[in-house]
């Protein structure tokens, strides 16, 4: 059963930073393009990054460029978050999809979901 296990949300003050984990299991990651998603209270989610099959491409959300980046190791993928803003609270869920090729940003294209982590950004 392929698993998908978030981790690494916490509170962090305006400005500060965060490294989640989405931690792969029963499959070959390198197999698999893998997403975050972010849903705030009362919102819809949101694409935020997407690291394609093999991890040769990244994708980011205009609101989070140059701030957040995504990057693989082993059976992990990683969402490293800085100058953190409070419209950055929010879950966020990582999710997995077979294809290379796919609207990253749309959630229905992804088959496997994690339980979520919550961030939230406060002075």
């Known amino acids: 059963q392929l698993q998908l296990v978030e981790s690494g949300g916490g509170l962090v003050q305006p400005g500060g930073s965060l490294r989640l984990s989405c931690e792969i299991s029963?499959?070959?990651?390198?197999?698999?393009?893998i997403g975050w998603f972010r849903q705030a209270p009362g919102k819809e989610r949101e694409g935020v990054s997407c690291?394609?099959?093999?991890?040769?491409v990244t994708n980011y959300a205009d609101s989070v460029k140059g701030r957040f980046t995504i990057f693989r190791d082993k059976n992990t993928v990683y969402l490293q978050m800085n100058s953190l803003r409070n419209e950055d609270t929010a879950v966020y869920y990582c999710?997995?999809?077979?294809?290379?090729?796919?609207?990253?940003?749309?959630?229905?294209?992804?088959?496997?979901w994690g339980q979520g982590t919550q961030v939230t950004v406060s002075s």
């Open positions: 999710a997995a999809a077979p294809q290379q090729w796919l609207r990253w940003f749309d959630s229905s294209e992804y088959k496997y």
């Open positions: 690291s394609r099959r093999e991890g040769r």
């Open positions: 029963a499959f070959t990651l390198d197999d698999y393009s």
